[in-house]
């Protein structure tokens, strides 16, 4: 029998050389977490025909009774839809029918932005997941999508000398069109699986739950119904709001004090990095040797890293550590606002954690902290462009088309340095991609603009739609779950809409997560199940209406 952790499987790993970009921590994260609800199995694999029994493994004959087999496949694609003669590229897809019954829905679980969408086979072999219910309740084909330019889904090989005329076929048009012209040209065993002559349903959470939402959006006739999780379908350049749900989410749980000590620490680090003479002094306490050659904003960025796991885990043991490390030690009684604030520097500097985590998040180089090590040559560098293909490859896209740049909170609630800024993010973009401005092919600034008036952003309100978002989620910020002062009066409603019927234009159809963060209904919990349900019986309602056709 072949077992294979999700994590590992996702191979998000990053080489000694290399800058984790937060996208990929995350779903290391949430993957890890995947990993233990639900243990990902499959006992027998197939590509394009044949049995791939390449490790040697022998198969367990037992567990081939209970575990749904995989086919692994590819579908050939244009690389451009409008050009034909730029040529082709081979797309990833796996398939499960263990449970399919001729006229069953067909069920699409997308992966979005991830190293590989073999990681997420667990949602379709394991029978503790709500997608292998799914299958099983409705006698539906199960699909797993991979995106183009992720995984082993690209056109062009995706490193830090990609051009940006190779960049350039990675838009959000083009990858809902992948996903079109696959499902169109489908074919499963002889078996009635058009999107004319069966619903097809699609499934994702974050990026892949934007897909879902914008596929019944924008291609009705091949998308009959979908479930979009934590989706930010509104493109915005600004999303400092990011760590604003942060603080919110460390406040309901208790930790409003370490808000405060950290809003202290770093406002006396920025007065630090504000004067040339204090700026290298501050950098060389944090990150010691070598550090003072690295840029401000670039110093800023590491000052995040306590916070990357927000999204998968909330106030997990990092930020509980961190915090209370800051308040083991109280500053002098009487002490002046800088003197308080030089203290939970001090105290941030000093915790173990931090450089820990650095090097873990930042290994292009290697930064030895405040305590010297005398057996090795610290390297220290802020300032490098993000290594991995994942991280290449979502940052071009939210450099050109989404933006979601997550400058600091400025503010009372600030948990980040002001040199951590909306132009830093936008200088991110320009570094990472040398070539782009003066190719023409990467925008001085993300067309937010023409991607919500393509697609709507959050007034988009296609029927047969489930939206899904956490209570902290920094992402629910801008899906139509939002409540936030800059967002319309959006109202959630738990009534099942009647089929192709939309909402109204203020009103969506969705469950909040209380106490919650990302894709949290895509893990174990009673309140996942209370969401999943909730889809369930909305697309068993909907289902009843849909029409095939023959002609």
């Given at each position: 029998m072949?077992?294979?952790?999700?994590?590992?499987a996702?191979g998000?790993?990053?080489?000694?050389?290399?800058?984790?970009?937060?996208?990929?921590?995350?779903?290391?994260?949430e993957?890890?977490?995947?990993?233990?609800?639900h243990?990902?199995?499959?006992s027998?694999?197939?590509d394009?025909?044949t049995?791939?029994?390449?490790d040697?493994?022998?198969?367990?004959?037992?567990?081939?009774a209970?575990?749904?087999?995989?086919?692994?496949?590819?579908?050939?694609?244009?690389?451009?839809?409008?050009?034909?003669?730029v040529?082709?590229f081979s797309?990833?897809?796996?398939?499960?029918?263990e449970f399919?019954e001729?006229?069953?829905?067909?069920f699409?679980?997308?992966?979005?932005e991830?190293?590989?969408?073999?990681?997420?086979?667990?949602?379709?072999?394991?029978?503790?997941?709500f997608f292998?219910?799914?299958?099983?309740?409705?006698?539906?084909?199960?699909?797993?999508?991979?995106h183009?330019?992720?995984?082993?889904?690209?056109?062009?090989?995706?490193?830090l000398?990609?051009?940006?005329?190779?960049m350039?076929?990675?838009?959000?048009?083009?990858?809902?069109?992948?996903?079109?012209?696959?499902?169109?040209?489908?074919?499963?065993?002889e078996?009635p699986?058009?999107?004319?002559?069966?619903p097809?349903?699609?499934?994702?959470?974050s990026?892949?739950?934007?897909?879902?939402?914008?596929?019944?959006?924008?291609?009705?006739?091949t998308?009959?119904a979908?479930?979009?999780?934590?989706?930010?379908?509104?493109?915005?350049?600004?999303?400092?709001?990011?760590?604003?749900?942060?603080?919110?989410?460390?406040?309901?749980?208790?930790?409003?004090?370490?808000?405060?000590?950290?809003?202290?620490?770093?406002?006396?680090i920025?007065?630090?990095?504000?004067?040339?003479?204090?700026?290298?002094?501050?950098?060389?306490?944090?990150l010691?040797?070598?550090?003072?050659?690295?840029?401000?904003?670039?110093?800023?960025?590491?000052?995040?890293?306590?916070?990357?796991g927000?999204?998968?885990g909330?106030?997990?043991?990092?930020?509980?550590?961190?915090?209370?490390?800051?308040n083991?030690?109280?500053?002098?009684?009487?002490?002046?606002?800088?003197?308080?604030?030089k203290?939970?520097?001090?105290?941030?500097?000093?915790?173990?954690?931090?450089?820990?985590?650095?090097?873990?998040?930042?290994?292009f180089?290697?930064?030895?902290?405040?305590?010297?090590?005398?057996?090795a040559?610290?390297?220290?560098?802020?300032?490098?462009?993000?290594?991995?293909?994942?991280?290449?490859?979502?940052?071009?896209?939210?450099?050109?088309?989404?933006?979601?740049?997550?400058?600091t909170?400025?503010?009372?609630?600030?948990?980040?340095?002001?040199?951590?800024?909306?132009?830093?993010?936008?200088e991110?973009?320009?570094?990472?991609?040398?070539?782009?401005?003066?190719?023409?092919l990467l925008?001085?600034s993300p067309?937010?603009?023409?991607?919500?008036a393509?697609?709507q952003?959050?007034y988009?309100?296609?029927s047969?739609?489930?939206?899904?978002?956490?209570?902290?989620?920094?992402?629910?910020?801008?899906?139509?779950?939002?409540?936030?002062?800059?967002?319309p009066?959006?109202?959630t409603?738990?009534?099942?809409?009647?089929?192709?019927q939309?909402t109204?234009?203020?009103?969506?159809?969705?469950?909040l997560?209380?106490?919650?963060?990302?894709c949290?209904?895509?893990?174990?919990?009673?309140?996942?199940?209370?969401?999943?349900?909730?889809?369930?019986y909305?697309?068993?309602?909907?289902?009843?209406?849909?029409?095939?056709?023959?002609?």
């Open positions: 072949q077992l294979k952790s999700l994590a590992v996702l998000l790993a990053a080489s000694v050389f290399a800058r984790k970009h937060m996208r990929e921590v995350e779903i290391e994260k993957l890890q977490i995947l990993n233990k609800d243990q990902f199995q499959t027998k694999q197939w394009n025909g049995w791939d029994n390449s040697g493994m022998a198969w367990d004959l037992e567990a081939q209970f575990t749904p087999k995989v086919y692994w496949l590819n579908v050939s694609l244009p690389i451009d839809h409008d050009d034909p003669k040529g082709n797309n990833r897809y796996w398939v499960v029918d399919y001729p006229g069953g829905p067909i699409a679980f997308d992966t979005g991830s190293n590989g969408g073999d990681a997420y086979l667990g949602y379709m072999t394991r029978n503790t997941t292998y219910k799914y299958l099983q309740e409705f006698k539906g084909l199960g699909i797993v999508w991979e183009r330019y992720y995984g082993q889904s690209k056109p062009f090989e995706v490193t000398d990609t051009p940006a005329s190779k350039k076929y990675l838009t959000t048009k083009a990858a809902l069109k992948d996903f079109v012209v696959f499902a169109d040209q489908f074919n499963w065993k078996h699986v058009h999107p004319k002559k069966a097809w349903v699609v499934v994702g959470g990026y892949p739950g934007m897909r879902a939402a914008m596929l019944r959006h924008l291609y009705p006739d998308v009959y979908a479930y979009a999780s934590s989706a930010p379908v509104q493109a915005q350049k600004d999303m400092s709001i990011y760590f604003e749900q942060v603080y919110r989410g460390m406040v309901d749980n208790g930790l409003r004090n370490c808000t405060e000590h950290i809003k202290a620490a770093v406002d006396y920025d007065t630090r990095l504000d004067n040339y003479n204090t700026s290298a002094a501050i950098k060389l306490q944090f010691g040797r070598t550090a003072d050659k690295g840029s401000n904003s670039g110093f800023a960025d590491m000052l995040t890293y306590p916070f990357y927000w999204q998968s909330g106030v997990d043991k990092v930020i509980r550590d961190w915090c209370g490390y800051l083991e030690k109280e500053p002098p009684k009487k002490a002046s606002p800088e003197q308080i604030g203290h939970y520097a001090d105290r941030w500097a000093s915790w173990p954690g931090f450089i820990g985590l650095v090097n873990e998040y930042n290994s180089g290697y930064c030895e902290g405040p305590v010297k090590n005398e057996t040559t610290p390297n220290c560098l802020v300032d490098e462009r993000f290594t991995g293909d994942l991280g290449i490859s979502w940052t071009w896209q939210y450099c050109t088309e989404w933006g979601y740049f997550q400058s909170n400025l503010g009372k609630h600030a948990l980040g340095s002001r040199y951590q800024s909306l132009q830093h993010q936008q991110i973009c320009y570094r990472q991609f040398p070539d782009g401005l003066w190719s023409g925008p001085p067309k937010t603009l023409e991607t919500n393509h697609t952003g959050w988009m309100r296609p047969n739609v489930f939206w899904t978002g956490g209570q902290y989620d920094p992402w629910r910020t801008l899906s139509p779950l939002t409540t936030e002062s800059f967002a009066p959006f109202r409603i738990s009534q099942t809409p009647k089929c192709n939309e109204k234009w203020n009103e969506v159809f969705g469950f997560l209380k106490n919650s963060q990302h949290y209904d895509f893990r174990a919990s009673e309140q996942a199940t209370e969401a999943n349900n909730m889809f369930k909305a697309l068993s309602q909907w289902l009843e209406c849909f029409e095939p056709s023959y002609d």
